[in-house]
């Protein structure tokens, strides 16, 4: 964080000072005051370490509350350790700032990226701060422990587990609809509320940190649902080298997408195949189910099973009757 | 590195599968097919953490050769490690790519830091790549590991330790100079190859990770030259709260930057307090110097004594008669 400052206590120095340093509050991160952290995991334990970047106009709209901004970066991270059974321990934080970017910005920013550091138990250990003549983009490397080996990967799924998800699923593909297009909110019958809980679902993800610990104990395989439930759980059955079959009507929706379901069938693949979840979606054997749904109950985390792994390769989504359901597009891309 | 993908193999995931997986040989890596890579450090080690970003059109230029920005993007943070006394263990990347970079681009860049990654032993753990419509941005958090509790800090000079420097002061900024005014060489006198191997400085830092050992052996504290000697120096002494007597004509100085100084004295100022060293600026006790010369001569790093810390706050740069320095800037800043 203490790099590329200006002389003497000016530039990157005084936005560090004024607002990362109160939320520096692990030793290893030195105030920011050095150049590195340092970071060690429990003796047996290694470290899981993801990286996701999310930059205005792409990944978030550039006059989304800065308080959503910062809890989108950080929980797009927190997602990954908690589906990969780590318990956070720490991020860096990249920011490349425009020059619209302001002093009230960053305090309401870095306030609420405090604010779920704190919650997560994830402390902010450093970063880099730098100008950018382009859209502000914001880039969090996230650590975790895991016992040594006990990351859940995506490969691990066998034939006959259950297939589970955690939360409610679509609800922000909607929510990113709705913003784009308010219109959409009367077509689909919703509610006033309804249509605010689907946008903050696609502001603010609800990432399932308090469900790793039995993601590692019971589940044979996860990821999180970042980019489209269709598209993420065919890259684990493929990671997996195993099929299996998702019963479309088994996938858990808020009672807003449930709503806008029923008023347009064919929101069904922008429900399934939407991107920003962030859910937990797991294989789990036979013999542990029942245990990892009463671990899922006890952490307060909504869990549904939604089909069953099978021989073969890939997902395959079907309806009702048992009619496979076609996507034109399995996931979200920026690309 | 596997989020953000395009349905099927298209979008990031085919940029992933042709360009990085290459690079991903750790197996904490998972060949990039994962949420999440694995890391350890070992027993009675921790690790040290660093991130530091580079944006196209302001730390470096759009059109720089992409090798040159592939090793500047990882050996800027190589030279924190290096620094630090780590030993690199590994890195996360993050990209994010505006339309005009093809694959042409992405093939030079990838190899150059795949060659780097080998060389410095600091493999691809994983990343995120992501579309951005401003331009070509990245992030690179860069891991090592040192014995627990000996990463050198900035803190920990003492009054009569001895300031060193390594390889030579202010080359990156004349390089800088002569790419935005090509006029200059002629003003300064300069041959075609001291021209080259100016601008070269500037493009590719050589960071001394050769001499992290030593550092961690025999430096009582250190941090490495990005930002101009002058402010960083500046903020090792206030971080050990001490002072320091530099004098200016013990910097160690290339044959070019020699030359354009005899030309034009004024540039004193930018090769003091210009960006983009990347070399360690270090305090060593009187009773270890001679011991750190023999490793800087052992690691071939060339190293320079340049002046001492006393008691007070602050670092004051002299002349040859022991006049005071001042300098309008201290440091290179963007903001």
Redesign the interface.
Known sequence: M???????Q???ER?IARHFKPLARSP?A?DL?????????P?G???????????A???FFADDPPDAVARKALRVNLS??A??A?TPAGF???L?LPKSIGDGWLKIFTRALGSDATRFGCPL????T??????L?I?I?A?GT?P?GA?V???GARPGDHVVVTGTIGDAALGLKLKTDPAAARRWRLGAKERRDLIQRYLVPEPRNALAEAIREFASAA??V??GLV?DFD?LCR?SAVAAEIEAEQVPLSKGARAALTADRKLLANLL?G?DDYEIVATVPPAKIEALEAAAKAAHVPLSRIGRVTKGRGARFVDGRGRRLG?A???????
Chains 1, 2 share one sequence.
């Open positions: 203490a790099r590329r400052a200006g002389g003497g000016s530039g990157e936005l290893g030195f005051t050095d150049d590195a952290a340092v970071l060690r995991h003796r334990h290694e470290m899981v370490l993801t990286v996701d970047a999310i930059v106009g792409v990944h990954d350790l589906a990969k780590a860096l934080l990249t490349a250990l450093g970063g880099d730098v100008f950018t003549p382009g859209p983009t880039s490397a650590f895991v040594i990351m990967r995506r490969a990821m999180d970042s980019d598209g890259k990671a195949t991107g996507f597009q399995a996931s979200f891309s920026h690309f």
